[in-house]
């Protein structure tokens, strides 16, 4: 380490030649020699280099616009929503106020409880009713989705005030006193007992007893009628109350006759309050 060691070709004496230097002469030659020049492969990773950080570059630049348009894509595609929605919305509305127009002119004219309670309007009053819950059903459907789709809620106001309207006029047409009759089906100890059936349903609004003759009502129920059909005559009722009307519903009739089951269900059921949900 600090002297110097000589390699010779042939046996010591004076004819010797040195094939080497000391080793701090050899490392010092190859030092000089590493630091004066390069090897290809040195060259070209150097060159990789900027190319891998331009490439790199590229692609985030890529994504970023990649990103952007699919923001812009969102966007254009809310707005189409939007824009369909409020026109779909605009269409319902005018239809609406033409049948609640016509329904109105009819209704001056003749009498609204004329139009429900002569035998000659009674088709009348039923095709006008459907009519009017059709437009009220797809007013509400076009205020949902516009609701929906972001319109705002200036332009939803005149569209909810009509579907009111339609509303209240269906249930004008199915009158403001409505009575209902449900027949329930025999209990296993009346059937234990002996005892048989002796109300018969005609037509989905009659019942008749022998004996007492035939009786009318706004609807009948039959004993095979599930919980949901019930259900379905109290939903508009529910309906004009979560709009700000007055609404009673009561059942009565003698005891055991199925007051309680209609108005509460069975365990896993639910009761009249159900259309609330």
């Not at 952007?68 to 409020?86: F, G, T």
Request: hydrophobic share 35%; net charge negative.
């Amino acid at each position: 380490t600090g002297g110097s060691v000589s390699i010779c070709s042939e046996a010591p004496g004076e004819g010797a030649k040195p094939l080497a230097h000391s080793c701090a002469g050899s490392t010092a030659a190859t030092t000089s020699a590493a630091s004066g020049s390069s090897s290809p492969q040195q060259r070209s990773r150097s060159e990789e280099l900027p190319v891998s950080s331009a490439l790199l570059r590229c692609c985030e630049l890529l994504e970023g616009l990649a990103d952007r348009l699919d923001d812009r894509m969102e966007a254009d595609e809310a707005e189409c929503r939007r824009e369909a929605a409020s026109a779909a919305l605009r269409s319902a509305l005018a239809q609406a106020r033409e049948l609640a127009s016509s329904a109105n002119e009819h209704f001056q004219s003749e009498g609204r409880a004329a139009c429900v309670e002569r035998p000659d309007q009674t088709a009348l009053a039923r095709a006008a009713e459907a009519a009017l819950r059709a437009a009220r059903d797809r007013l509400a459907a076009c205020i949902a989705e516009a609701r929906d789709s972001g319109v705002v809620e200036a332009e939803l106001q005149p569209a909810e005030s009509q579907r009111r309207d339609l509303h209240s006029l269906v249930q004008d047409l199915r009158g403001l006193v409505r009575i209902y009759c449900r027949v329930r089906p025999m209990t296993s100890r009346e059937v234990q007992a002996g005892e048989t059936k002796v109300l018969s349903v005609h037509g989905g609004t009659a019942v008749e007893m022998p004996g007492y003759g035939r009786f009318s009502f706004d609807a009948v129920f039959s004993e095979g009628t599930p919980q949901e059909e019930v259900f379905e005559e109290a939903r508009d009722l529910a309906q004009s109350a979560l709009d700000g009307h007055n609404v009673t519903v009561l059942a009565y009739g003698q005891t055991g006759t199925g007051k309680t089951h209609t108005m509460f269900g069975a365990p896993g059921e639910g009761g009249l309050p159900r259309p609330l949900g």
